[in-house]
């Protein structure tokens, strides 16, 4: 988490803050810390469009270790994955994905 903190420019107390907001989820690592996936980064800022998506999956009853197993899997009719296609601007199909996982 410290890495993310330095990575974003910010104190490291905004990083729980952006967890608990839902704008940033991290899983637990098999040593046990929790740790969020560069994927989700751009730089020194969050990927546009990813708190929109994890907003509605959230909303679909996802928890965060379902979201981050979304939002990685392959998907052959994006092509890629989910996260890839937020990072290349695609987010608005990916969206359309996430909101018919509700229905």
Avoid: S, Y
């Avoid at 330095?6 to 098999?30: E, H, N, Y």
């Avoid at 959230?58 to 928890?63: A, E, H, I, K, S």
Wanted: aromatic fraction near 6%.
């Amino acid at each position: 988490m410290a890495e993310v903190a330095d990575r974003l420019g910010i104190p490291r107390g905004r990083i729980k803050q952006l967890l608990r907001d839902r704008k940033l989820v991290a899983v637990q690592q098999p040593d046990g810390t929790l740790g969020v996936p560069a994927a989700f980064l751009d730089g020194h800022q969050i990927i546009k469009g990813l708190h929109g998506t994890l907003t509605l999956l959230f909303d679909c009853g996802f928890d965060e270790p379902e979201v981050v197993r979304w939002l990685f899997t392959a998907d052959e009719t994006l092509p890629g994955t989910p996260i890839q296609a937020i990072a290349e601007h695609r987010g608005t199909e990916v969206n359309r994905r996430a909101q018919a996982l509700a229905f």
